[in-house]
């Protein structure tokens, strides 16, 4: 409210209209939304032993936005769980640690270094059989990424993962065991801490009482430049950088990426009207394999089953394609895994409540309840079917060095052109993809080659110092997606 030095202001009702109106501002968010709370998962059983977020943080999850220190203490808490696994994973650029929270269960977790070899074997089959890939399909448990506040001011991603991990970590009903069992489930909590921590500095220091104001013209809703961006540090935006890595936090979760090998990889997101989950939209690139997209329509599936069941709005395809690479969709999907993206519609600049259009409340705490029924639903699936998900992982890299064995383009030669300092910064940038580049340390002759600027194929001398990037390897599908010169996609 600004009072007017001007006596004029105070004529007739005005004061009482401006009471009236500040009033209607403060109101509680218990009185803007009287609908019972529903349960995260309903008929959920847990463990007394170990606790719950509400107990360490000092509110229920969706009551407040958590900060990184609060984030710290849930997994200080989380530690003395036999289930749990916490590895710091990298830094971000302001020094806030990175980390990784491995679920799974105890004889599982005491195998996790072992684990991740094998994964390793089925992700690279140079010199593994089929029969030895289906073994190890039998045998592994599935590895299913959760990855939470890529976009660091889309505040449910982040509140869901708490909610997530204490789910896994305590739950004792049937579901969550046969996650447990046949799973590790990874979740990362705060890909992009920075974006997160300016946005909920900002949300805490300026929301009306202890529970916000669900009018869109609050100032808690209309944060200023910086407070509210989907960036790091420097401003960049982590959802395009998965190839590019140009930022620690990338090259960060690219290396902890390669390092497991997740046959399903959840983007966590927000704030849609209504919550969004695969399939995508097209264009898609035409290296998503058929058996990928298929796995993507199961996935969505079980979800609006999900949804459906509890009566909530969703939409599909919509607007989220796999046309970029360079995506945390589409960059997890080339590299062999399901890759997903949920964006939920509670949270971030909504806030604790907004008001729609229709009258009707939003919560922070709606937007964490679909994120995590949408992950529950995915990992239910793929713990339901981790044989057939493993196989098909296996499936995708070894038919990737098939086909670059045998489809028309084999290979990509660089020459030098005396700027070596480009020249290795990319090939520093593709082997941290895992794509393999050889140097030439004897010069040979190509009987046929095309410019990678267009022009009739010709007979190329290739000089020592030149890179070879072949085709038949286990990256080929990402390779060719990130240098083809005419990239396919399916028909919009």
């Known amino acids: 409210m600004v009072v007017s030095g001007r006596s004029s202001f105070f004529n007739g009702r005005a004061p009482f209209a401006a009471l009236l109106l500040l009033s209607a501002l403060s109101v509680p968010l218990a009185a803007q939304d009287a609908r019972p709370l529903e349960p995260f998962f309903p008929g959920g059983t847990y463990d007394a032993s170990v606790p719950t977020p509400e107990s360490v943080l000092g509110y229920a999850i969706g009551e407040r936005h958590t900060d990184y220190a609060g984030l710290e203490r849930w997994l200080d808490a989380l530690r003395a769980s036999d289930r749990v696994a916490i590895r710091k994973y990298g830094e971000s650029f302001e020094k806030r640690p990175l980390y990784l929270i491995f679920i799974s269960s105890p004889a599982n977790i005491a195998r ?25 399909a039998s045998e592994l448990p599935a590895i299913a990424w959760m990855n939470h506040a890529n976009d660091g001011n889309e ?58 104001t669900s009018d869109p013209a609050a100032a808690e809703h209309n944060a200023p430049w910086g ?30 990426f390669n390092a497991w090998n997740p046959v399903v990889f959840v983007d966590h997101h927000g704030q849609t009207k209504n919550m969004f989950f695969p399939p995508p939209a097209d264009a898609i690139n035409l290296n998503v394999t058929k058996a990928q997209l298929e796995w993507m329509n199961r996935y969505g599936n079980a979800i609006g089953d999900a949804f459906d069941a509890r009566g909530w709005s969703y939409y599909r395809r919509g607007r989220f394609d796999l046309f970029f690479a360079g995506f945390w969709d589409s960059w997890p999907t080339l590299n062999g895994s399901i890759g997903m993206t949920f964006e939920t519609d509670g949270g971030g600049g909504k806030g604790l409540a907004w008001e729609r259009e229709d009258g009707t409340i939003l919560t922070l705490r709606d937007g964490i309840l679909h994120h995590h029924t949408g992950t529950m639903a995915t990992l239910k699936i793929t713990a339901e079917d981790k044989d057939a998900r493993l196989k098909q992982f296996y499936d995708y890299k070894k038919s990737a060095i098939a086909e670059g064995a045998s489809e028309p383009m084999k290979q990509i030669v660089l020459f030098p052109d005396g700027d070596d300092a480009r020249l290795q910064e990319l090939l520093t940038t593709l082997r941290l993809q ?59």
């Open 112 to 136: 996790l270094d072992a684990i991740q070899k094998d994964m390793a074997r089925l992700a690279n089959p140079v010199d593994l059989s089929d029969a030895d890939g289906a073994r190890l």
């Open 155 to 212: 505040s449910a991603a982040f509140e869901s993962a708490i909610q997530t991990s204490y789910q896994l970590a305590a739950g004792t009903d049937a579901t969550t065991r046969l996650i447990l069992d046949r799973l590790v489930t990874i979740v990362n909590p705060a890909h992009n801490p920075e974006s997160h921590e300016r946005f909920v500095a900002w949300y805490n220091a300026v929301q009306v009482g202890a529970a916000g």
């Open 227 to 256: 407070m509210n961006t989907n960036n790091n540090h420097y401003q960049i935006d982590l959802n395009r950088d998965a190839f590019f890595a140009t930022q620690p936090e990338t090259r960060a979760i690219i290396e902890a």
């Open 434 to 492: 895992r794509i393999r580049a050889y140097r030439v340390t004897q010069p040979f002759r190509l009987a046929s080659a095309h410019s990678y600027l267009g022009g009739d194929p010709e007979a190329r001398d290739v000089p020592e110092g030149a890179y070879v990037i072949p085709f038949a390897q286990p990256q080929k599908r990402l390779l060719k997606a990130l240098l083809e010169i005419e990239p396919a996609f399916t028909d919009e």
